[in-house]
C-alpha cells in the first residue's frame, strides 16, 4: 500500500464524500484549535488522492480548526486505497470520539457494513440476517451485530424524528420501532407529535408497527394511541428544545441541557438558602 506524509493546503482535502458525522463549531473545536494554535498539528490527517485534490478520510475536524486559524498547510498521510479500505478507516477512527449523536452511528454503521459486503466478506448467513456482518461493524468498539442492526434501521426514520432522536426526546428503542412505520405514516406521527406534545412509549411503538404490518395503522389510531394516558404518568413542565438551543453548545442532546438546568437552579437554591440565613 502505497503512503507517504506531505504538506497540504486545508482547502486541497475534500470531506469524505457522505460523511456521518457532524463537525461542530463548540467548546471542544476551541479547545482543538488552542492546542494547533500552541503546538501545531501533532497527528497527520489522513486522506487519499482524489483527481487534482485529496479525500479526506480522517481528521475533518483538524481541517476545520486550521481553516478556522489560517493555516497554509497540514501535515498529511497520503494513502492509496479502495473505496471500501476508505470507508472503514473513516468510520473506525470516529467512533471512539465522545458524545456521538445516534444518527451519526446509524449511518457511519451503515456506510460500514455496505463496505464489509462489497469486500466479499459475506456468508451465506448474510442472506438471512445481516448478523454476522453486523458483528464485524461492532469489533474495536464493542457493539454487538444485534444493536448495530437496531441503529441502522435508524436510518429509515424521516429527518424530523431523527432529530427527536438526537435530541432524546424519542427513546432509542422506541425509535427503532418506529423505523418500521412508512414514511407517511411516519410523517403522520410526527406532525401529531408536534399537535399534542406526546412522544410514543416503546409498547406503544410496538403497537404503531403491529398496526402498520397489517396495513390497519390509520389516523385515527394513531392518533387514539399516541394520546393515551401512560402509566405513572406525571405533570411536567415542557419547554422546547429549540428555546434552548442558543444557551448551549451545538452538540449537547436535550438530556445533558436539562442536567445544567438543574445544576443552576440548585447553585440558586442554595445561594439563596444562604443568604436568608
Known sequence: MKEYIQQLPPDKLVPFQNHPYQVREDAAMD?????IRTHGVLSPLLARPKGESYELVSGHRRRLAAQKLGLKTVPVLVREMTDDEAVILM?????QRENLLPSEKAFAYKMKLEAIKHQGKATSRQVVGKLESADE???GNGESGRTIQRYIRLTNLVPPLLQMVDDGRIAFSPAVEL???TRDEQAE???LIGREDATPSLSQAIRLKKLSREGGLTAEKLYAILTE???NQKEQIRIKTESLRKYFPRNYSAQQMEREIIKLLEARYRAKDRGER
Not at 468510520?91 to 467512533?95: A, F, P, T
Open 179 to 181: 423505523s418500521y412505520l
Open 229 to 231: 394516558e401512560k402509566p
Open 137 to 139: 461493524v461492532g469489533q
Open 31 to 35: 479547545e482543538l484549535m488552542e492546542s
Open 189 to 191: 406521527l410526527w406532525d
Open 91 to 95: 468510520v473506525d477512527s470516529n467512533l
